[in-house]
């Protein structure tokens, strides 16, 4: 079965993605929160990411197990992001490492191959390219963080747009700091060609 596109991201309570100027210092990640990150992400076969989210993690995660401060989730997860295969969508990016491949344009087509070659569930990251896979119709599961915090201004998790789409419940896990999280599969919509071969 081909791999589903995950966006796997985490959100303010009035719907923001980052505040100003790129400020993600208010998501509550402790711990035990990290530690549930690193299960669900382990497993799944890559990472799809933008230039900017790609170089914000590059610049952190490849050394950090090596700092004797880091948590156990810390060096986990430096373990798991390494390993990790990635693609980075980007025009201007000239190199990139880490297990790392450069795509210049999104293509849905060559990105239902890549989900379909991967050895597990892609993981998306990254507001402005998460945009534009929910724009092309390219994620079948929303698993979404959300903090307990307002910020009042920032990058919407989801901009203004003229489509819809029909989602369906699938699990929800609140965790002790105040954090929920949602996981929802896009649902088909009545009529669509699937529910037509199954009458």
Do not use: C
């Not at 990635?86 to 990139?96: F, G, I, N, W």
């Amino acid at each position: 079965m081909p791999g589903k596109i995950i966006l796997f991201a985490g959100v303010s309570l009035d719907g923001y993605m980052e505040g100003p100027d790129h400020d993600i210092g208010w998501h509550r990640v402790d711990e035990e929160l990290h530690l549930y990150f690193n299960r669900e992400l382990a497993d799944k076969g890559g990472f799809l990411s933008g230039r900017r989210t790609y170089e914000l993690m590059a610049d952190f995660w490849p050394t950090a197990d090596a700092d004797p401060a880091s948590s156990p989730a810390t060096r986990e997860f430096a373990g798991i992001w390494r390993s990790m295969p990635k693609t980075v969508y980007s025009t201007t990016l000239e190199h990139a490492d880490w297990n790392t491949t450069i795509v210049r344009s999104v293509d849905p087509t060559e990105v239902r191959v890549l989900a379909a070659a991967a050895d597990g569930d892609l993981i998306l990251g990254g507001a402005d390219l998460a945009a534009t896979f929910r724009e092309l119709d390219l994620i079948d599961v929303y698993q979404i963080s959300v903090h307990p915090v307002l910020i009042g201004r920032g990058t919407p998790l989801f901009p203004v747009t003229d489509s819809g789409t029909d989602l369906r419940l699938e699990s929800t896990r609140a965790f002790p700091n105040g954090v929920v999280m949602l996981r929802y599969e896009k649902a088909e919509r009545p009529g669509d060609p699937e529910d037509q071969g199954a009458s």
